[in-house]
């Protein structure tokens, strides 16, 4: 899995932060699919991954909507989770 996202993804540029990552525009290298990268680290070894972003992923992983962002797979590396969503050229901020 660690290798999955390099060999998979090409991190392009960052488009955002929250409190619980860094989100990268990122592609797909075989499909060319334009995606969001949210990269998310996690608490500790022993802690592991956070109930908010397990919340999110479960959650996510099981709408199907076409108002709702899909999330596309889910990686880790190092301490780090990724989390790949279809990309949106804007979010609710803006």
Do not use: C
Not at 8 to 19: H, Q
Not at 34 to 50: D, Y
Not at 74 to 84: A, E, N
């Amino acid at each position: 899995l660690a290798l999955e996202i390099e060999v998979n993804y090409t991190k392009l540029e960052k488009v955002g932060e929250d409190t619980y990552g860094v989100v990268y525009k990122g592609g797909h290298k075989t499909t060319g699919q334009v995606v969001a990268m949210k990269k998310t680290r996690l608490e500790s070894e022993v802690e592991g991954v956070s109930n908010t972003v397990i919340w999110e992923v479960s959650l996510l992983k099981e709408l199907h909507h076409p108002n709702i962002v899909s999330l596309q797979d889910v990686l880790m590396q190092d301490s780090r989770l990724y989390l790949i969503f279809e990309f949106l050229s804007m979010d609710l901020k803006k």
